[in-house]
């Protein structure tokens, strides 16, 4: 069961002589997720734009399901299979709830200009299809947000723009999901509500594997398999919540040497 | 008692579904009343009162939603009826203007600049890519199908989709640094283009320098000479009104093409990368192709529209096809609203008569195109006609 | 045969820096605060305008064209002016566009450059004509035995002071620091009380005052000047702080250079290239912008997830 999906291997990063990653490799398995934690600035939200192909690792590679993934353009990537979400949710707030996640179909559609200008009926069709697809999404993601379908995304409140990037990565189909910081901005309620929907995504999808960078404890203690930390682009430790809360060097750079030596 | 109730509901449904017959009939119908007035007017109080009266109109449309919402839900439901009567009276105008040829002229030229404004819509409307060079295009769809007629012999029917394609391939060209540039690095070279384009052909020896190419011949078809007058069952139309069949059938074209491409998955990726270029290419949009694809079906368009305006007054100079032709059309599609057909039809139509309406102003037609267009951004950014949002399956 | 060179030599050199002057206010208003001003061009050629107004209003009133020194108190009141009027057409206008859409930025800039245009040309009296223009300095130094005018000198020199003086505004003072500080963070350059509003104008006092300079020498080099000389010299500008990467003062002059010595070398050398030479000019631009998109000093833009 426990087949390897994605793995980075010795990622780097640097913008001149700051060095946002150095040496980092993970393993992530099929149905398995991965929690990222760390403080501020240490490359959680670096190792995503590496893995979506947004920045071109300095050294090191990402292969999905043993292909390599390093120097292919973002929207291949995406095809491939990873999807993911915003820190600040990235919606296309001037286009309706559906919209949006019909966008997120656009690769599985295929009609070009040629088609929708002249072969209307197959472009329409192929349309119907995803918003067929689509609907059937934003219902099983959350019912509040499918009886808003038909408004614009920029007035969604918080919580539901967040379920809406959720299901817009979703309707891409991927292997991998990758969600950044999905509880910020949100209270407890909404965040226990958003724990309750992504395990509803990962009891329908079984293979989904998924990394989740967090800040909330309590979510980091409750979804994620395995943990890993970073730090200064580092790599601090791997392991359970329980396993890798209990290391020295987490706490510090988490709490402060201060903390953690009063503690 | 359900039953009852069930006539009723029926009854209501027959109710609104007559308001909404009468109410789409009124407006279209009105509509070409009032445009047939202003184009047949010549006394500038009575325009300047048109203009209120249309002013007030947009108010009453924009105060009360309900009442805007209740004629475009009208227009969805009887969209066959709509189509239909305004077919009827697109070819039915000519007849009713008097036999003005000034007023016919005015409606080619509406006609002309209202494909030119759906052309640049798919960019700036659709996608949020300033294009300044819209005129260039139009230039170069007008000299390549001139130059095919003058020199070869070429007739207009086969010049013009070669002329589509010389336009698209160099709509392409300029769409190349899109891959590279963005933004104000992108309106430079789409402004240097047009700059490069005008002084070529202001210069090379073939397109005739500053003098243009002159001695177009009229397009034939079936025998007839689209010089000559047309005669429709006895009754004789001016020549102009070729003309404006042919550009109402490329404005027909041109919203067809802006309908269906705004209704598929390409107007859904172009509306992804104006909202957001990272995201959109986050969900798997060649972001690259797609703004290079707006490129070349803009080109597309305003090549056609060259060759029409080519034959239609049998003479082109470099100076119609200057940078400021390109900022009228973008003032056109900015001030009727963007990624919205209907409305930047309307800002065409509005703004090619506007200066030629109001002669004594005319002279300050670039300044009031510039003025608008501020004004438009600062106060109302949507325009006149809001982009809606798309619906399925009603 | 050598005379000729280093005439042509001196000419790139003065017509570079003329346009430096110009491409600097774009490098800094783009590069630094990232705001789109697609008009600087022709708020730079407005100060022509004034002074030519000023010398026509002073010589009805006195009855004698003013010269010499009240010459020149006009051309520096131009230039405050000029500096002033970029100063209200932020406040007025661009400001509105700070954190709007950029599309939005430039096809408002742009419509403003039009409007700017066309106000010259309907209150200016004979708007439309060009205009003859003073070559306000006269004169030749003997440098090494080769004639040097001394307008050429002047321009030269007033280019460099220009570039160094901005260089030290930008490292050396409290308000350089404050402005690299809002270029950096605006909103974290509020924090630490500097008012991002006045540093936007202060920058664009400055901007137009440079380009106003420029605009001068320019009108005097080429002894006239008329209201669409602004869409040329403008876009041109642009070009040179694009070319040399916008945001870098050393770039600014060296892509005004760049553009300077092509424009020389194919009115020299090409067949008509007076006729040409925007093509060949334009044609450098978009070569670089499609292989160097950042420019010759750019830096690599990274983007912001």
């Given at each position: 069961m426990s087949t390897l999906v994605l793995e980075g291997e010795g990622l780097t990063m640097r913008f001149g002589g700051l060095v946002?990653?150095?040496?980092v490799d993970f393993k992530l398995n099929r149905g398995e997720i991965l929690g990222v934690i760390g403080p501020n600035g240490a490359g959680k939200s670096t190792l995503l734009n590496i893995i979506t192909g947004i920045y071109k690792p300095s050294s090191g590679q990402v292969r999905l399901e043993g292909d390599k993934?390093?120097?292919?353009?973002t929207h291949k990537i995406v095809e491939r299979g990873i999807a993911r979400t915003f820190q600040s949710s990235r919606l296309f707030?001037?286009?309706?709830v559906l919209d949006n996640v019909i966008i997120g179909r656009h690769v599985h559609t295929k009609c070009g200009v040629f088609d929708a200008v002249f072969r209307r009926g197959r472009a329409q069709r192929e349309l119907k299809e995803s918003a067929a697809i689509a609907e059937d999404l934003l219902k099983a993601v959350s019912r509040e947000l499918y009886e808003q379908?038909?408004?614009?995304?920029?007035?969604?409140?918080q919580a539901d723009r967040r379920r809406l990037e959720i299901a817009r990565a979703l309707a891409s189909e991927p292997k991998v999901l990758l969600l950044d910081?999905?509880?910020?901005?949100?209270?407890d309620n909404d965040t226990e509500a958003l724990i309750t929907d992504i395990r509803a995504v990962c009891a329908a999808r079984p293979d989904l594997a998924m990394i989740i960078i967090e800040h909330d404890m309590h979510l980091v203690s409750t979804l994620p398999h395995k943990v890993m930390v970073l730090d200064y682009g580092e790599k601090l430790a791997e392991g359970t919540y329980e396993e890798v809360r209990k290391i020295p060097r987490v706490q510090e750079a988490y709490l402060g040497r201060k903390a953690v030596e009063n503690a | 008692m359900a039953a009852s109730n069930h006539i009723e509901t029926a009854a209501a449904g027959a109710g609104t579904g007559a308001v909404g017959i009468a109410l789409v009939i009124a407006v279209e119908l009105i509509g070409a009343a009032f445009l047939r007035q202003f184009l047949l007017v010549e006394d500038w109080r009575i325009i300047v009162g048109m203009l209120g009266v249309f002013c007030a109109a947009l108010y009453v449309l924009q105060s009360r939603p309900a009442l805007e919402n209740r004629i475009a839900e009208a227009f969805s439901e009887h969209r066959r009826l709509a189509t239909l009567l305004g077919a009827v009276i697109v070819l039915m105008f000519p007849f009713v203007l008097e036999q003005s040829t000034y007023a016919l002229h005015l409606c080619v030229l509406s006609l002309l600049y209202a494909t030119l404004a759906l052309a640049l819509n798919f960019q700036l409307?659709?996608?949020?890519i300033p294009n300044f060079a819209t005129g260039a295009s139009y230039g170069i769809g007008a000299y390549a199908s001139a130059l095919l007629a003058v020199?070869?012999?070429?007739?207009f029917w086969l010049a013009l989709p070669v002329a589509g394609l010389v336009a698209t391939i160099f709509g392409f060209l300029l769409g190349l640094p899109s891959m590279r540039t963005r933004e104000s690095y992108l309106a430079l070279v789409t402004i240097a283009f047009g700059v490069v384009v005008h002084q070529l052909l202001n210069n090379l020896e073939f397109t005739g320098g500053p003098n243009g190419l002159v001695g177009i011949p009229a397009p034939e078809l079936f025998g007839h000479n689209f010089a000559s007058p047309l005669v429709v069952f006895g009754y004789s139309l001016p020549s102009q009104a070729n003309f404006y069949y042919l550009s109402a059938l490329l404005v027909l074209i041109a919203i067809l093409f802006a309908d269906r491409l705004h209704n598929s998955r390409v107007g859904l990726a172009w509306n992804a990368l104006r909202a957001d270029e990272l995201a959109a290419r986050c969900q798997g949009i060649n972001t690259t192709w797609y703004k290079v694809l707006a490129f070349a079906v803009d080109a597309f368009l305003a090549g056609f529209a060259g060759t029409i305006y080519a034959f239609y007054v049998g003479f082109i100079s470099?100076?119609?096809?200057t940078f400021l032709v390109s900022v009228t059309i973008m003032t056109m599609v900015i001030a009727g609203g963007m990624d919205n057909i209907l409305g930047v039809i309307v800002g065409a139509v509005l703004l090619t008569l506007l200066p030629e309406k109001l002669r004594a102003f005319s002279d300050y037609r670039i300044l009031f195109f510039g003025v608008t267009v501020i004004a438009f951004l600062m106060i109302?950014?949507?325009?006149i006609f809001p982009q809606r949002l798309r619906r399925y399956g009603g | 045969m050598t005379d000729m060179l280093l005439q042509q030599l001196l000419n790139c050199i003065t017509l570079g820096s003329i346009y430096a002057l110009i491409a600097l206010g774009f490098s800094l208003l783009?590069?630094?605060?990232?705001i789109i001003h697609f008009s600087h061009g022709d708020v730079s050629l407005l100060s022509p305008f004034l002074a030519l107004g000023a010398v026509q209003a002073l010589g009805t009133a006195l009855g004698a064209a003013p010269g010499g020194m009240s010459f020149f108190l006009i051309l520096v009141g131009a230039i405050v002016l000029t500096g002033v009027i970029g100063l209200l057409l932020d406040a007025l206008v661009?400001?509105?566009?700070?954190?709007?859409?950029v599309m939005m930025a430039l096809v408002a800039t742009v419509a403003l450059g039009i409007v700017l245009r066309e106000l010259i040309r309907h209150l200016?009296?004979?708007?439309s004509n060009p205009h003859s223009f003073p070559r306000f300095i006269t004169g030749t130094l003997d440098v090494f035995g080769f004639p040097v005018p001394i307008f050429n000198a002047a321009v030269i020199l007033v280019s460099i002071l220009s570039v160094g003086g901005l260089f030290l505004l930008l490292n050396r003072t409290r308000l350089g620091l404050q402005i690299r500080a809002v270029s950096h963070d605006r909103e974290a350059a509020r924090l630490m009380s500097i008012n991002p509003s006045r540093i936007f104008r202060v920058t664009f006092f400055i901007a137009s005052a440079i380009g106003a300079i420029g605009g001068l020498f320019f009108s005097s080099y080429a002894s006239v000047v008329r209201f669409d000389f602004s869409v040329e010299v403008g876009l041109i500008g642009f070009s040179a702080a694009v070319v040399g990467g916008l945001g870098s003062m050393p770039g600014a002059i060296v892509g005004s250079l760049l553009i300077a010595v092509l424009d020389t070398f194919v009115q020299a050398v090409?067949?008509?290239g007076a006729s040409y030479r925007l093509v060949f000019v334009f044609s450098l631009v978009i070569g670089i912008l499609i292989f160097r998109p950042s420019g010759l000093f750019g830096k690599t833009i990274v983007e912001k997830v």
């Open positions: 946002a990653m150095a040496e993934l390093t120097g292919i353009p707030g001037d286009l309706s379908r038909h408004r614009p995304a920029a007035v969604l409140p910081e999905p509880s910020s901005g949100m209270d | 409307g659709s996608a949020n020199n070869l012999g070429v007739s470099p100076d119609n096809f109302r950014p949507q325009g | 783009f590069g630094m605060l990232n661009i400001q509105r566009f700070r954190d709007a859409p200016f009296p004979n708007g090409v067949p008509h």
